[in-house]
């Protein structure tokens, strides 16, 4: 039975069953009643698992008390300085270390042999049994390690690569506390980032449950977590509620907690708040070193992404002023002379009549060519605006653009949760017809107001939600009749 427990850590079994395994080897070699195997947390001295055989309720409560109060090293056989077994009484239970080399897994326990008193031989199995479990543990725990570096080493890499794709600064910092969260195993992944007062304040949150109230919350200055996170040193708290070092009001929500510097270069960015869930299990210390490893990557990729939309805005605007001399030098130069040559023509022309009326026309047609290319030569070298993340502030960018077309601003009247029901194909679709429309009332005469009107409270005939788009302009259609409208509707 001894040497199939041996052979047994080698095999497919779980952890959990071959220790359980173990327990019961242990109990029936032994001839003990009771068997108990305590399994102790990394870095703590609390019992993270406990495994039992031949045990009533009382007696478990018993040994739950036991185990974690023994010494390491510490079992019931007594030496005496020899290291030969001594002539004390034969004790009622054996306690044996789990343990490799020096790093102690827990405790193996038996008590209530019923022949007798331990022996000699029952010592002997028990060391034996109880090495065995340390080596089941000691490379469950090197595999889980290694399985947990290779995540975190993966989600580094994931961050890295979303962030110098191209994200804005609120999706880049997203992604970094989404990304530590689910690492991490936090309940939480936050952002804070400096305020102008020398405090911090949550800009960023991703969790699970309900984000209300910790984004905008505030650390106020001089606060002492502040003072260690603005030296560039990590904070690890073992219970924000309890933690007199934690002031902020959404502290009583969370336990365990790493408060990470994001720096680079000597540059705080921000701090990276990973907080779990009261009565958490704490962090561990490789826990702590993945962590604050991903964070110094972290800052690094979005110092790095800073710095790559730092040089893309600067080719577009390299790239926006060669475009626009090109225009200025070349066209509109161009244009201007033929505009020189057609106005003398018709000057001679005078007389005429229709060929006179028709190098008017075009004269006229020239100009207002070069005053639109002159327009677009003046947006051309304007700084490009962000883009708007909301679907009613691309409109507004739509319409926007166009009064510097129009020599006015359209009229835009929204109904209904537009930025909350118009999806982003919907969208697209809505902006392509809202971009035609607008450009057909540029074409026309006689136009000098358009009224814009987005309504996503429109109901169908078959009772389905939609969008519906209005542009209604004061200009006249191509037989001079009335007034033009543009209508456009689609299935929310």
Not at 152 to 180: F, H, R
Not at 229 to 250: C, K, N, Q, W
Request: glycine fraction near 10%; charge should be negative.
């Amino acid at each position: 039975m001894l040497l199939e427990a041996v052979l047994s850590i080698g095999s497919d079994l779980g952890l959990r069953a071959t220790l359980q395994q173990i327990v019961d080897t242990a109990t029936t070699l032994t001839g003990a009643r009771h068997g108990a195997l305590g399994v102790l947390e990394p870095d703590d001295d609390r019992t993270e698992a406990l495994y039992r055989t031949g045990m009533t309720e009382a007696e478990r409560r018993s040994v739950d008390r036991l185990l974690p109060e023994r010494p390491a090293g510490l079992s019931a056989e007594a030496e005496d300085g020899d290291g030969e077994p001594s002539d004390a009484p034969a004790p009622a239970y054996l306690v044996a270390p789990i343990q490799v080399h020096t790093e102690l897994f827990g405790h193996l326990c038996l008590a209530g042999k019923s022949s007798g008193p331990f022996t000699g031989t029952d010592r002997a199995l028990l060391h034996v049994l109880a090495s065995q479990a340390g080596i089941a543990i000691g490379n469950a725990r090197l595999y889980e390690s290694a399985r947990q570096r290779e995540r975190w080493i993966e989600g580094a890499a994931a961050v890295t690569t979303a962030l110098l794709t191209g994200t804005n600064a609120a999706d880049a910092l997203m992604t970094v506390a989404e990304s530590a969260r689910v690492l991490a195993g936090a309940s939480a992944g936050v952002i804070l980032q400096p305020t102008e007062e020398g405090g911090m304040e949550i800009v960023t949150a991703s969790t699970l449950d309900d984000p209300a109230g910790i984004v905008g919350t505030t650390i106020a200055p001089g606060s002492p977590v502040l003072v260690q996170l603005l030296g560039g040193e990590p904070v690890f708290i073992d219970d924000s509620a309890t933690d007199p070092r934690m002031t902020t009001d959404v502290r009583s929500r969370f336990g365990p907690s790493m408060m990470l510097p994001l720096q680079s270069g000597g540059r705080l960015i921000g701090t990276l708040a990973l907080p779990r869930r009261r009565g958490a299990p704490p962090y561990t210390a490789v826990d702590r070193l993945l962590a604050t490893q991903f964070a110094s990557q972290a800052a690094l990729a979005l110092v790095m992404a800073d710095a790559q939309a730092d040089r893309e805005q600067l080719a577009v605007y390299e790239d926006r002023d060669r475009i626009a001399r090109d225009l200025h030098d070349l066209v509109v130069q161009r244009l201007f002379a033929t505009e020189m040559m057609l106005e003398s023509t018709r000057r001679r022309a005078t007389g005429e009549g229709e060929a006179g009326e028709l190098l008017g026309r075009a004269v006229d047609e020239l100009d207002s060519t070069i005053q639109e290319v002159r327009t677009a030569i003046f947006a051309l070298q304007q700084p490009p605006a962000e883009a708007p993340s909301t679907f009613r502030g691309r409109v507004l960018r739509e319409t926007g653009g166009a009064s510097a077309l129009l020599g006015f601003p359209p009229s835009v009247h929204f109904t209904g949760a537009v930025d909350a029901l118009v999806g982003e194909a919907t969208g697209r679709e809505l902006l392509a017809a809202l971009r035609k429309a607008l450009a057909a009332a540029h074409r026309r005469p006689g136009v000098s107001a358009i009224e814009v009107e987005v309504d996503a409270t429109v109901r169908l005939a078959d009772g389905r939600s939609a969008v519906r788009l209005l542009v209604a302009d004061d200009g006249r259609d191509e037989e001079g009749g009335r007034p033009t409208t543009v209508t456009w509707q689609a299935p929310l």
